[in-house]
């Protein structure tokens, strides 16, 4: 019942398939088990935080967040007077300039011209 070929490269071929399916089927259950080990991670996290949430008094989260609000409106009242101040400086500093010129270009004519003193 020989046929004339030879099934060993049919075997080998078998074999690689055969091989490549384990390590993607390997590949997949790591990916699986680690995306588990996340979930769990996330979960302990989440309990832990709602725990931490729950042993504070109602009272106490609202203040705390009215403190936050209060905090955050005064960081930005700050960054806009920062930001006031340094244009003012920044328009003096240019209008300082601008006058300095003018009374340089203004002697310089002068001198030119020689009027004055």
């Given at each position: 019942?020989?046929?004339g070929?030879?099934?060993?490269?049919?075997?080998?071929?078998?074999?690689?398939?055969?091989?490549?399916?384990?390590?993607?089927?390997?590949?997949?259950?790591?990916?699986?088990?680690?995306?588990?080990?996340?979930?769990?991670?996330?979960?302990?996290?989440?309990?832990?935080?709602?725990?931490?949430?729950?042993?504070?008094?109602d009272?106490?989260?609202?203040?705390?967040?009215?403190?936050?609000?209060?905090?955050?409106?005064?960081?930005?009242?700050?960054?806009?007077?920062?930001?006031?101040?340094?244009?003012?400086?920044?328009?003096?500093?240019?209008?300082?300039?601008?006058?300095?010129?003018?009374?340089?270009?203004?002697?310089?004519?002068?001198?030119?011209?020689?009027?004055?003193?």
């Amino acid at each position: 019942m020989t046929t004339g070929t030879d099934p060993i490269p049919y075997i080998m071929d078998l074999k690689e398939q055969v091989g490549a399916l384990q390590q993607s089927f390997s590949d997949a259950e790591r990916e699986r088990t680690e995306g588990k080990t996340t979930q769990r991670e996330i979960k302990s996290t989440l309990q832990t935080l709602n725990d931490r949430m729950s042993q504070i008094p109602d009272l106490d989260h609202r203040d705390h967040h009215e403190f936050i609000k209060i905090f955050l409106n005064e960081r930005r009242q700050s960054q806009q007077l920062k930001a006031a101040v340094i244009q003012k400086i920044a328009t003096g500093g240019a209008w300082a300039l601008i006058s300095g010129l003018v009374t340089l270009l203004w002697f310089g004519i002068k001198h030119k011209l020689g009027l004055g003193g």
